[in-house]
């Protein structure tokens, strides 16, 4: 099956948890402290490979999480760090970050990594914490968590050559004669249902990418037909190959279908109406064909090249590739080609290290930092419970929560943790 896009949520691991231990040999008195710090937790990687086409083992497996690094060791011996887990993709794929809309990364060539979700680190053990003034600390951290975040993966082939018109005017039946992809061809509209990719071997072992781009409507770039669900692996083509029924068998005017196409790639992306075209001139064998063709050459006059051919006999195919062969060394490669600003949903960041809200009788403190330290700190440590109050002075929150009008026994919540305010 072609599944060109994909939602998914990845999550690296945690940080290992430092440990609180002594150093206890015979003959060694005071030893001090010898606990060792937790090991990296995992990163989940993104690697391009070149010989996958659909994003299909995503659509059933949609969470992805690293290993977590182990615990510290007495000794002063670190944890293993967490195994990376590595997710491979085909190239060509963009990824969205979902929440953002920005554009992590685009990964356009095989063996390309990109790490998506980093490990947290893993927590300090206590000797870490030793000082002039703190001979023997009792505190530890625990591991930092895990970058996590929902992903939008979204497939935009990569092809030398796009062929793009309307439906049934022949697209499938030129891939499936200059190249060995056997795309479905029938006498119906939309009997390509998915894009089809096909290389096209020239002489002197030259080769280049075709791609089918299933049929276009009027309306397209709206969701019309297949809409944009395929116009986007348009994206990628250097060179795009604009077949017309030119015997107007389907009762349409090839020069009407010319423009309507044309216009729906350009309210797409006005990019993509800058690209090369080449005009092809399919069904030519058909009665009535070289009528519409002289008046094709007429209209367009010099502002593409235009090549008559007969997919069904082959006819002028052959001159077409060679063509197509000779121009493309000279066309550069698309940049990468990024959603409207209308297709974007885009998270408002607050510069404050942290927020107050207060619900009912419960004060709420949020931000990244503050959640984090919750999260790395043992309560059942007395010695770490005093150093998270330290950071909540240094931070500034006590101040703020007594601003806010916190009285002697409300609760605040940081990070799902409840607290009493004495």
Do not use: C
Not at 235 to 262: A, K, W
């Amino acid at each position: 099956m072609f599944y060109d896009r994909a939602k998914i949520y990845v999550k690296g691991g945690d940080g290992g948890a430092g440990i609180v231990a002594f150093r206890r040999e015979k003959y060694v008195p005071e030893g001090g402290p010898s606990g060792g710090d937790g090991g990296r937790g995992g990163n989940v990687v993104f690697v391009g490979d070149e010989g996958l086409r659909t994003l299909v083992d995503f659509r059933y497996n949609r969470h992805y999480k690293a290993d977590r690094g182990d615990n510290g060791m007495a000794k002063n011996m670190s944890g293993r760090s967490g195994e990376n887990t590595v997710l491979r993709i085909p190239v060509g794929t963009v990824i969205f970050d979902d929440g953002t809309g920005e554009v992590i990364a685009d990964v356009t060539e095989h063996g390309q990594r990109v790490v998506v979700a980093s490990g947290g680190r893993g927590g300090r053990g206590n000797a870490r914490f030793m000082s002039n003034t703190n001979k023997a600390p009792t505190l530890s951290e625990n591991g930092e968590p895990g970058e996590e975040h929902w992903l939008r993966l979204e497939l935009k082939l990569l092809a030398d050559v796009g062929l793009v018109g309307f439906p049934n005017v022949g697209k499938s039946t030129i891939i499936s004669k200059v190249s060995a992809a056997k795309p479905k061809i029938a006498d119906y509209h939309f009997t390509t249902l998915v894009p089809n990719l096909g290389v096209v071997d020239v002489e002197d072992g030259e080769s280049f990418v075709m791609a089918d781009i299933p049929g276009l409507i009027e309306g397209a770039h709206t969701g019309a037909g297949l809409g944009h669900e395929f116009l986007r692996h348009t994206e990628r083509t250097r060179l795009i190959l604009h077949v017309l029924d030119i015997s107007g068998s389907e009762e349409r005017d090839p020069l009407e279908d010319l423009r309507i196409i044309q216009d729906e790639l350009k309210l797409y992306s006005p990019a993509l109406a800058e690209r090369p075209v080449i005009v092809v001139a399919n069904k030519i064998d058909i009665p009535g064909a070289e009528e519409n063709l002289e008046r094709l050459k007429g209209e367009l006059k010099d502002r593409y090249e235009i090549f008559p051919v007969s997919a069904a006999t082959g006819e002028g195919l052959q001159n077409l590739i060679y063509h197509i062969a000779k121009v493309l060394p000279d066309i550069s490669a698309p940049t990468i080609v990024t959603l409207p600003d209308e297709h974007r949903v885009t998270k408002v960041k607050s510069d404050k290290r942290f927020e107050i809200r207060k619900e009912n009788d419960l004060f709420i403190v949020e931000g990244d930092e503050i959640e984090k330290h919750v999260k790395m700190t043992f309560f059942d440590q007395e010695d770490s419970v005093y150093r998270f109050q330290n950071i909540l002075k240094a931070m500034g929150i006590d101040a703020a929560l007594v601003a806010a009008g916190i009285n002697e026994g409300d609760k605040v919540e940081i990070a799902g943790v409840t607290f009493d305010w004495v």
